[in-house]
């Protein structure tokens, strides 16, 4: 008699085979809240996506949930007999724990995460996949380190920070986190990096030296992106479709990601 | 529907273990379903044989039980079980429901860990309470030649 020990357990089994049909995950994570994440994790999948690359877009924020919010896709999910269909956004497949619990807040201690994330990834119907873009929550607790062990091997991190001083210090720890577990780091995104107004640019959060930041982070940055108020009004999708900075600097970001 | 899918991920898994353990055959394969996913035992075990095909797994015994969950509240010490949880999964937005082919299934059933967004304390209303069990699945005997 054998009975598979807690590794075995049947969701991880499925996980495993799921993640052999993805080519590259890219976690985009910051251990700190209010940098804008999210932002980031969405504009460079669709990126990706746009420049023909088969992309999906997994947010893995419990508490938090905001993708379904920057791609205005929502609820109901619908299930086949390869799993839960991701909802579909210009070719992008975007899979996230709010499509499930919409305005509901959800309360939750540690005990349970783990699982909880593996299960969505597990379930879901991805196919084959070039990217997956992972949207970590904020903070280096339970879906961070669950993320970092459920996609071992296969993941590299891209760290987003503003040009902030406080910003910088916290991300510089997740820096930190990803060199003891091993996780590989693509490279850092500046984000929020200036505004435009008009041909002038104001950088609300000081100006990033660029020499300096790559010192701190030991890793290159590959890309800033400026803080576009139309994101606000007219939607993430809407202004990277358009001719601007901030279409421009995701652009280069997916570049420099798929290089 | 569901239970098609997680029968082909056991199969999967008990396959790869088989392999891992050098094993010619498999002969019984025993299940433990928490009641939160609310799967249809029968129909599990039905699409486990459906799927069994294979020297590896043709004949093999094949057994699913329901694990009963229990709940518990952080801040006032109440106990209670699924018949009062499913009072409060009933008041689900039907939005919220996943559209399978012919039904709709709380998220529950397909992620079952999922269950503070949905259920609270029913004697002090705190959402600051953890399921005993009830929300996993697991192998419960694995027998193998």
């Not at chain 1, 508490?63 to 956004?89: D, F, I, T």
């Not at chain 1, 997956?132 to 991190?157: Q, R, Y």
């Not at chain 2, 898994?13 to 010619?24: F, G, I, N, R, Y």
């Not at chain 2, 801040?75 to 709709?104: F, H, I």
Request: with cysteine.
């Amino acid at each position: 008699m054998t009975r598979p020990d807690e590794s075995d357990l049947i969701p991880i089994g499925a996980a495993k085979e799921k993640l052999e049909r993805i080519t590259h995950v890219i976690l985009v994570g910051s251990g700190k809240g209010g940098v804008g994440k999210s932002t980031v994790a969405s504009g460079l999948a669709l990126s990706l996506s746009r420049v023909g690359q088969k992309t999906a877009l997994l947010d893995i924020d419990i508490h938090g949930a905001s993708v379904p919010e920057y791609l205005q896709v929502g609820p109901p999910v619908r299930s086949n007999k390869n799993g839960l269909e991701p909802k579909m956004k210009e070719g992008l497949r975007v899979m996230s724990l709010g499509l499930f619990t919409g305005s509901l807040p959800v309360p939750m201690r540690g005990d349970g995460k783990q699982e909880l994330i593996t299960q969505l990834f597990a379930l879901t119907d991805w196919g084959d996949l070039d990217y997956l873009v992972i949207d970590l929550p904020p903070s280096m607790g339970d879906e961070l380190l669950s993320a970092f062990s459920l996609f071992s091997g296969k993941a590299t991190l891209a760290l987003v920070t503003t040009p902030s001083p406080g910003a910088v210090s916290v991300v510089s720890r997740l820096r930190r986190l990803a060199e003891t577990e091993k996780v590989p780091v693509k490279g850092v995104v500046v984000n929020m990096a200036y505004v435009l107004a008009g041909k002038t640019k104001t950088f609300p959060f000081g100006k990033p030296n660029r020499r300096l930041l790559e010192a701190k982070f030991k890793s290159t940055i590959i890309a800033e992106i400026p803080l576009d108020p139309l994101v606000s009004t007219r939607g993430l999708s809407a202004v990277l479709k358009g001719s601007n900075d901030f279409s421009r600097a995701f652009q280069k970001l997916a570049e420099q990601i798929s290089r | 529907m569901h239970e098609l899918s997680i029968a082909q991920s056991i199969v999967d898994t008990v396959l790869s273990e088989a392999q891992k353990k050098d094993a010619k055959r498999v002969t019984e394969i025993s299940v433990d379903v928490g009641q939160l996913m609310q799967l249809d035992r029968n129909a599990l075990a039905f699409a486990l044989r459906l799927l069994m095909t294979g020297p590896v797994l043709r004949g093999a015994r094949v057994s699913v039980r329901v694990k009963k969950a229990s709940f518990s509240c952080r801040k006032c010490n109440q106990e209670w079980g699924m018949a009062e949880a499913q009072k409060q999964l009933e008041e689900v937005p039907d939005t919220l429901r996943v559209r399978e082919p012919d039904s709709k299934e709380l998220p529950l059933h397909f992620l079952p860990f999922l269950y503070p967004a949905f259920i609270h304390c029913p004697r002090c209303g705190s959402s600051d309470i953890f399921s005993k069990e009830g929300e996993e699945i697991q192998f419960r005997r694995l027998v193998m030649e």
